[in-house]
């Protein structure tokens, strides 16, 4: 299961992957535009029979994208969530989907990146929040945004659902459903996908965990995304973590 990306996204490697055993060759639709994706899978096959597999957005918030690619936070900083869309700097920007607007709280705490930046909503209004950095650190465009506690997102970004009709119009078989929470989110996927897609469901959130065999039944694999669910869980929990759900879905 080899991720193709722009360093790797040529005729010698997708032609030595093929050679040594590739059996999916993964895009991030995360890291995709929507207007180069038929682009992108007409590129894949014109080197390799090896199947496309589109992985999908999915249930998770992200940060917009910075004027200069990253920003660095310092503790005690205050940032700004302004509701309406602004390009993003050090001290404003914006979070994906649009709507976590709606749902961030007084009090929250919110965990950005992997270098563990960390702040905390200490005001909300109707056209902006403010966050207190807590840890600073560096921000990217385009990372993940863990808030401390349960928020309800839709399956699918907007985006998932019209790459998964570019794909289907282009017969790819195989998808990945990110941050699959629900058994639902399973038959959402499959209705944009089609009935014989091949479904593979990452584990990678607490939901995903809870509700491991509903979401196994319905998928055709599982995938244990560890980095993601090191968010959610300590890091020394995640072999046993892996171990737990490798034998729970192997017994449906």
């Given at each position: 299961f080899c991720t193709l990306g722009p360093a790797s996204m040529n005729k010698e490697v997708i032609t030595r992957l093929t050679e040594l055993g590739a059996s999916l060759f993964r895009i991030n639709l995360s890291h995709t535009r929507l207007e180069d994706?038929?682009?992108?899978?007409?590129?894949?096959?014109?080197?390799t029979n090896v199947p496309v597999c589109l992985d999908?957005?999915?249930?998770?918030?992200?940060?917009?994208?910075?004027?200069d690619g990253k920003i660095s936070v310092k503790e005690n900083e205050i940032l700004v969530i302004p509701r309406k869309q602004v390009r993003g700097t050090a001290k404003s920007f914006n979070l994906y989907p649009s709507k976590v607007f709606e749902d961030l709280d007084l009090g929250d705490f919110i965990s950005i990146d992997f270098n563990a930046v960390l702040v905390r909503v200490i005001e909300c209004?109707?056209?902006?929040?403010?966050?207190?950095v807590l840890h600073g650190g560096e921000i990217g465009s385009n990372k993940a945004v863990t808030v401390e506690r349960s928020i309800v997102l839709p399956a699918l970004t907007e985006k998932d659902i019209l790459a998964l009709k570019i794909g289907r119009s282009m017969h790819i078989k195989h998808v990945a459903l990110s941050f699959a929470n629900f058994a639902s989110d399973v038959k959402e996927i499959r209705s944009h996908a089609?009935?014989?897609?091949?479904?593979?469901?990452?584990?990678?959130?607490?939901?995903?965990?809870?509700?491991?065999?509903?979401?196994?039944?319905?998928?055709?694999a599982?995938?244990?995304?560890?980095?993601?669910?090191?968010?959610?869980?300590?890091?020394?929990?995640?072999?046993?973590?892996?171990?737990?759900?490798?034998v729970r879905s192997k017994a449906m």
């Open positions: 994706l038929a682009d992108v899978i007409e590129l894949i096959r014109s080197y999908t957005e999915g249930a998770q918030v992200r940060t917009s994208t910075f004027v209004r109707e056209d902006v929040i403010r966050l207190r089609g009935a014989d897609a091949l479904v593979i469901s990452k584990i990678e959130c607490r939901n995903g965990v809870q509700n491991l065999e509903k979401i196994a039944a319905l998928s055709d599982i995938l244990i995304d560890r980095g993601d669910l090191s968010r959610e869980f300590p890091v020394e929990h995640i072999p046993a973590l892996q171990k737990q759900i490798t």
